[in-house]
Each structure stands twice: as C-alpha cells, then as structure tokens.
T-cell receptor
C-alpha cells in the first residue's frame, strides 16, 4: 500500500528560527494536506494543496506540493512557542471517497 | 459553525467488553471517517461513511464496525475489546465531494484494561 515517510521525526525549535519538514511518498497523490495536533486534541487542518508545484501560505506557514506529486514540504517561519505540537502530512489519491494516508508526524519541541 | 463533536471524550473498558463511540459531523458534511491513533502506529484509517453507506474501509478486523444515520451522525463499535485497542479514536468529516479536506473532532480516548 501507499507509504508516507515524514521527516524529521522530531525537532527542537528556538523562538525566531525557521523550520521545515517534509513528506515523501512511494506513489503519487493528487492532494496534500498538512495538519497540526496539540496534546489532547484532534488534528487541525493548516494547509491544503491541490496542484503539483503549488505553493500556499497560511500566516507564517508555507507548504508546497512537489512537482513529482510524491512529496510535499512545510516551512514555519519565525517560530514561536505555540508552534510546539505534532505536524502531520496527509495525501489523498483521486477524488471523492478516497482515504487520506498520513505520515508518521513531526514532533516539534522547544529547545531547553 | 460547530465543529465535529465526539462523545464520550474518555472511557475505560475491560477486555472482552464492547464499546460504541459517537460522532456528529459539521453541519452540511455528509462524509464521516474514523481513524485510530496510537503512539506506535500513528493515524490509521478505519472506515468512511457517506450517505449512510460505507464508502471505504481500512485494514482492521471485523470487530471494528460503524454506521451512519440519515442525519450524517455516525457511530463506531468495537466488540470483544483487546488491550491493543487502547487508542485515541478520531472522527473526521468533510463535505463528501472531491475535496480531501478532513476536519477532525477532539477524539475519544479509549483505555482497555
């Protein structure tokens, strides 16, 4: 089945830093989504991407849909403490009714 | 607009029991999906319902089942609970069209003792 590799698995951020994470797939997707999950909560949709090469921003977040359709990345600029959480990428192949496949998540922590 | 609502938020069961979890989607959303989240396996797709019909199914045993009602509300049931069923069960809704944008509830955390 489809596999989504998300990296890094975890990272430490210092306030003000830019950080990035990415997902790669063994097969193509037609939709890429990025979610953030805080402890005890469900994932919250951050950005949705629908076209290869598409670059979309949401505040300090920027995500891109890779040209090959097999990868996507998420950048966080000027990180702040509330950026801490787990970020998930998800891919969907095809149109209505197709399930999302999720990456394993990137845990973002604050540098002590 | 109210978000996805899941009940109960927390529950504890013992092995062999069964459990029913409930989900009310965002108003106007006709598709409801269920996911299991565990530290080891991440987010795993259980099934999706659209217009009261199961549209898609993940690789879970038959002990996991679900249904959707005419008002789009959904329930999932797990019978003969096992310790490994302890997880956060997430419900997500979407309009049901081509968009892949899922909106998640806060989840039901099930602990099996």
């Amino acid at each position: 089945g489809q596999q989504l590799n998300q990296s890094p698995q975890s990272m430490f951020i210092q306030e003000g830093e830019d950080v990035s994470m990415n997902c790669t797939s063994s097969s193509i997707f037609n939709t890429w989504l990025w979610y953030k999950q805080d402890p005890g909560e469900g994932p919250v949709l951050l950005i949705a991407l629908y076209k290869a090469g598409e670059l979309t921003s949401n505040g300090r977040l920027t995500a891109q849909f890779g040209i090959t359709r097999k990868d996507s990345f998420l950048n966080i600029s000027a990180s702040i403490p509330s950026d801490v959480g787990i970020y998930f990428c998800a891919g969907q192949l095809g149109a209505a009714g197709n399930k999302l496949t999720f990456g394993g998540g990137t845990r973002v922590l604050v540098k002590p | 607009k109210a978000g996805v609502t899941q009940t109960p938020r927390y529950l504890i069961k013992t092995r062999g029991q069964q459990v029913t979890l409930s989900c009310s989607p965002i108003s106007g959303h006709r598709s409801v999906s269920w996911y299991q989240q565990t530290p080891g396996q991440g987010l795993q797709f259980l099934f999706e319902y659209f217009s009261e019909t199961q549209r898609n199914k993940g690789n879970f045993p038959g002990r996991f089942s679900g249904r959707q009602f005419s008002n789009s509300r959904s329930e999932m049931n797990v019978s003969t609970l096992e310790l490994g069923d302890s997880a956060l069960y997430l419900c997500a809704s979407r309009t049901g069209g081509n968009t892949g944008e899922l909106f998640f509830g806060e989840g039901s955390r099930l602990t099996v003792l």
